[in-house]
DNA sequence: TGTACATCAGTGAACGCGCGTTCACTGATGTAC
DNA sequence: TGTACATCAGTGAACGCGCGTTCACTGATGTAC
């Protein structure tokens, strides 16, 4: 991967004022020509960078392949323009990992508003939440599966958000309590928090052994929905 | 970190036939004098090496940290020495991999003897589970956690051995299902896989986000366990 | 209307780092004769 | 009983790599006078 040709090529097109002809694009060469940014237009180029580092995530599977100058090449401008728009790397995944978390949400969001009925409701959110986790593993594994950052003990920007896809789903088991459907003598956060804890851990399990004999994968999301359906509702008379 | 200056001072000692004076022990430098191995004694240093890599993924919570420089220092030989005895760092980590495995297979098997009844036994795996990972979030981490290897299409050894795991599981809900204490109509692999995968979502949450604001962690784990065993559970009449 | 200047979006080259791994070597120890 | 030799457990130095990040610079474009 001889870094920075690409670049060298560009610079000279823009001097000549037009489309030079199209480099082979191999790997992660530039992909397409790009011109430098009208004044005040800079921040362009930083939702560009978005774009491409959340889609390297997602291609490559792995977050480590995901570099400054790996994004810098895809993009097409030299790495050092990446810090006109970001502090650092950890920033740069940051912007990435909320924009996923506004992806979740919405989906959630979607999914809890189409069921009829609150125990339909939380069946349709926990499909919802373990299809979007294997659509987009390496998102799913960037945001809930990340080693901790041992220097912050406090929950990130990103992890705000979730708090706030919690609420959505902390008013449906409320919804559900006071239909009588579901158990309403425990306490409504703590049934969310359990109900997140297994549907997280199929969606994990599934994402990090994609390989283990699990026969039919949407049996095995099936089953842990209806334990938790189950395990949640009232006592049927 | 200064590589190898603890190294050095070992090979002298060992020309000079007697205990040198003790090096000052900062950070990773090697934890005591080491003496070469006798003839045929060569794998004394293979499980060595095992155990400081396991300790090392254990303190310093951070499998990147293993490196097989860090290792090699920590050990107190070169980092060509680790070479005798594993091939590349995969095998080594592999090897501490199943390891924790066995360790992990002995807890859950206790906990699974020690308990009367099927749904109590439930109940202490369920905790066993949990506790391991809290104990060792970060082996609990590349056991569970890690990326899948692209190249690798089939469970490895140590995946293996959590099938070996899971038929203890298996063979619990059996049990539960012929004194008629678990819902008899379900598939009991099925029933397993439910159930591993709600313990891990508590366990993996807790190991990836421990600074969230889950309010009392015992009471969450408590929670989870009790939806798994009224999801599982005949229904009472 | 022309020109000096400020601003902005980038470039190019280099920095130091730690990593996994390889290769030719060493020196103590056991063994065959 | 002594000595040459094979074996074994390591060492020491180096390889090439990709990484995040920094720094001085460039050149197009808009703006003030």
Redesign the pocket.
């Known amino acids: ?1 001889r ?2 040709s690409g ?2 090529k ?3 097109s ?2 000549s004022g037009e489309t030079p002809p199209v480099a082979p694009n191999e790997g992660f060469a530039p992909s397409r020509t ?13 939702d560009e960078i978005l774009a491409v580092a959340a889609a390297m995530l997602a291609d490559t599977g792995n977050e ?10 895809r993009v ?17 995944l940051e912007a990435v990992c909320v924009e996923s978390f506004a992806a979740f949400d919405e989906r959630i969001a979607s999914a809890a508003q189409a069921s009829a009925g609150p125990l339909e409701a939380l069946r349709a959110v926990g499909r919802s939440y373990v299809e979007f986790a294997l659509e987009r593993p390496e998102h799913y594994r960037y945001m809930f599966m990340r080693r901790p950052d041992p220097e912050v003990n406090a929950p990130s920007a990103a992890e705000l958000e979730t708090i706030g896809g919690l609420a959505r789903l902390i008013e449906l088991v409320r919804k559900g309590q006071a239909t009588g459907a579901i158990e309403p003598r425990r306490d409504a956060v703590e049934i969310s928090y359990a109900l997140w804890c297994a549907t997280h851990g199929v969606a994990a399990l599934l994402v990090a052994k994609p390989y283990f004999p699990w026969g039919d994968h949407h049996a095995l999301i099936e089953a842990v929905i209806e334990m938790c359906v189950r395990g949640v509702s009232s006592d049927m008379p």
Request: a positive charge.
């Open positions: 991967m870094s920075g670049a060298r560009r610079t000279v823009t001097a790009r011109h430098r940014a009208q004044r005040g237009q800079g921040q362009v180029l930083r480590e392949a995901v570099s400054i100058r790996a994004v810098a090449e097409g401008v030299t790495p050092p323009s990446i810090y006109l728009h970001f502090a650092d790397k950890e920033a740069l």
